[in-house]
Structure formats: structure tokens, C-alpha cells
């Protein structure tokens, strides 16, 4: 059973940055993709950035296009999440998924309700004005 453990989150001021990090206990064979969805208070969840296991090609939600970066440390079973210029929208619990045989668009359409591999228990993120 793989787990997914994430890091990184806490409080920073609107316009500042943080590095989100999410660690697999093992890599299964299968894993393809590796993605951050995020929930606000009263919120649904929703899709943020998905990253490509074997070749790091990454997709992105709209809200976050060209403020965050996703990437891959294959060596390390780890996938980041550079984000800079938050804003307090930003604000939400970030949760990392991993799945096999999708890719990071399908990702963002199949969106969170679809049964993913696994999931993370989630790192906090608030972002103050």
C-alpha cells in the first residue's frame, strides 16, 4: 500500500510564495501521474497542477496557470509545487493524488470525485491580505 505524505504548507502573506512537497512511501510500477487538488472552507475541491511521472510534462488549472510549477524527483518519489504570488484565494487545504494510466489533462477533467490510487491527507495553506 503507497502512501502519500505532504509538506510545505503554512501561513504566508498575499504575494509570497511556498514549496509544497509530497513524498510516496514506494513508487509502484504503474504510476503515472501525480497531482495537487485543493479545498477551500465551503468549497468543493478542485483540480490544481498535475505533473507526468516519466517525462514531467505538467497541466494546470486556470486559477493558477504561470503562478505554480509542478515537477518531479523521480529519485526521491517526490512531487513539488512551486507556488509564487499567492493570492488569498489561494487559501485551501492541498492534497497530493497519484494515479496510473491517465495523464495530467485527464486529470484535471476527470477532477475529484474520480477514484484515484491514492490520496494524501492534505497540508494547509493560508494565505493573508
Known amino acids: 500500500q503507497v502512501q502519500l505524505r505532504e509538506s510545505g504548507g503554512g501561513l504566508v502573506q498575499a504575494g509570497g510564495s511556498l514549496i509544497l512537497s509530497c513524498v510516496a512511501s514506494?513508487?509502484?510500477?504503474?504510476?503515472?501521474?501525480m497531482g495537487w487538488f485543493r479545498q477551500a472552507p465551503g468549497e468543493e475541491r478542485e483540480f490544481v497542477a498535475a505533473?507526468?511521472?516519466?517525462?514531467?510534462?505538467?497541466y494546470y488549472s486556470d486559477s493558477v496557470n504561470g503562478r505554480f510549477t509542478g515537477s518531479i524527483d523521480n529519485a526521491k518519489n517526490t512531487v513539488y509545487l512551486q507556488m509564487n504570488n499567492l493570492k488569498t484565494e489561494d487559501t485551501a487545504i492541498y492534497y497530493c493524488?497519484?494515479?496510473?494510466?491517465?495523464?495530467?489533462?485527464?486529470?484535471?477533467?476527470?477532477?475529484?470525485?474520480?477514484?484515484?490510487?491514492?490520496w494524501g491527507q492534505g497540508t494547509q495553506v493560508i494565505v493573508s491580505s
Open positions: 505533473v507526468n511521472w516519466n517525462n514531467g510534462n505538467t
Open positions: 493524488v497519484a494515479d496510473a494510466g491517465i495523464t495530467p489533462q485527464a486529470m484535471s477533467i476527470l477532477g475529484p470525485s474520480y477514484e484515484y490510487d491514492y
Open positions: 514506494a513508487h509502484t510500477f504503474s504510476t503515472s501521474v
